[in-house]
C-alpha cells in the first residue's frame, strides 16, 4: 500500500501477517495507520534531505577553504568551547583535528613576543567592541616562526555581554618573508654611497 503525503507517494507500507485475503475493514485499518505514518515519515525524509544537503554545503566550504588556504575559528566565550577549521590547525603546524583546542593552546602557540600584544586586542575586542584585525606570529612545533593575518567579530546577548568570538585566518608568511627582503635591500643601498650597478656576462649594466 503505497503512504501518500499531499497526494504524493513518499513511500510503501507493507504487512504480511494473515494466511487469508484482507478483508474492507483491514484495508481502512491499514490505510488509517498509513496515513498516520505519512506525516513523521515525510518530516523524516525532509530531514535527511536537509542533512545531505547541509552535508555537501560544508564539505564545499571545507575544499574552499583548503583551496583559499583560510582557516576558521569559533569561540564560545561563555563555555570556553574551542573550534578550529583543519586550515587552522595546519595554520600552527597540527594535523586537523589533533586535539581539542583551547584559548590556553592558542596562547602557548603565539610567538612570546607577541603574545601581549595579540592578548591585548582580544580584551579590547570582546570589552570594548574594537575591531579585532591584527597579523602576528605563531610558532609551530618543530620551531618554525609564522606570520598569520587575523580578524574576528564578537556576538553580545541582549545585555551586551560577549558570548561568541568568531573569525577567521590566514598565513601571510611568505608575503612578510618577501616584504622583509626587499626592505633589506632597501637598506643597502641606501647605506651604499655612490653607484651600485650589477652587469650581465656581456658586461651590460642592468642596474
Do not use: C
Not at 16 to 41: C, F, M, Q, S, W
Not at 60 to 71: D, K, V, W
Not at 112 to 134: C, G, M, R, W
Request: hydrophobic fraction near 35%.
Amino acid at each position: 500500500m503505497p503512504i501518500l503525503f499531499q497526494g504524493e507517494a513518499i513511500g510503501l507500507f507493507q504487512v504480511a501477517n494473515k494466511e487469508t485475503d484482507y478483508t474492507e475493514a483491514d484495508i481502512r485499518t491499514l490505510a488509517d495507520i498509513a496515513g498516520h505514518v505519512a506525516p513523521l515519515l515525510r518530516a523524516r525524509l525532509q530531514r535527511d534531505r536537509i542533512q545531505e544537503a547541509l552535508q555537501e554545503s560544508e564539505s564545499r566550504l571545507r575544499y574552499a577553504q583548503q583551496i583559499a588556504g583560510l582557516g576558521f575559528w569559533d569561540w564560545n566565550v561563555l563555555t570556553g568551547d574551542l573550534y578550529w577549521s583543519d586550515e587552522t590547525y595546519i595554520h600552527y603546524g597540527f594535523k586537523p583535528q589533533e586535539f581539542v583546542p583551547t584559548y590556553e593552546k592558542f596562547s602557548s602557540i603565539v610567538h612570546p613576543d607577541d603574545l601581549a600584544f595579540t592578548q591585548k586586542h582580544v580584551n579590547e575586542s570582546l570589552q570594548n567592541d574594537a575591531e579585532y584585525d591584527i597579523e602576528f606570529r605563531s610558532v609551530r612545533p618543530n620551531g618554525e616562526i609564522r606570520y598569520l593575518y587575523t580578524r574576528g567579530d564578537v556576538t553580545r546577548d541582549a545585555d551586551g555581554k560577549a558570548i561568541r568570538f568568531v573569525g577567521s585566518q590566514i598565513d601571510i608568511t611568505e608575503r612578510k618573508r618577501a616584504e622583509q627582503t626587499q626592505a633589506l635591500q632597501g637598506a643597502m643601498l641606501d647605506a651604499t654611497p655612490g653607484f651600485v650597478g650589477f652587469a650581465d656576462a656581456r658586461d651590460t649594466h642592468i642596474l
